[in-house]
């Protein structure tokens, strides 16, 4: 369940906010002047929020070495240069 609050509602009752997220599936929705700001979710979200941007990453790299422009290498020091190192 996802419920929503203003952003200076946390600080007022911060630990039981924690206490509500903790429960499997209940997020806090904090908004600021009625826009969706930021979220508190469980630890366990958060780690599946991870693996899922880590499947993500993984697949993203697989798909760009699969592409034969990807396969040039490139100086080191070349690299360093382009990004200002």
């Known amino acids: ?4 609050q203003k952003a200076g509602a946390p600080r007022k009752g911060f630990s039981g906010a924690i206490s509500r997220v ?4 209940d997020r ?3 908004q600021q002047r009625g ?7 469980s630890l366990n979200d958060l780690r ?3 693996t899922l941007e880590d499947q993500i990453d993984v697949e993203a790299a697989r798909k760009a070495l699969a592409d034969p422009k990807n396969r040039k290498r490139i100086p080191w020091r ?5 990004l200002g190192l």
């Open 1 to 4: 369940m996802t419920r929503s």
């Open 22 to 25: 903790a429960s499997p599936g």
């Open 28 to 30: 806090i929705v904090i």
């Open 35 to 41: 826009k969706p700001m930021a979220a508190l979710v």
């Open 48 to 50: 599946m929020l991870e």
């Open 78 to 82: 070349r690299v360093k240069a382009t």
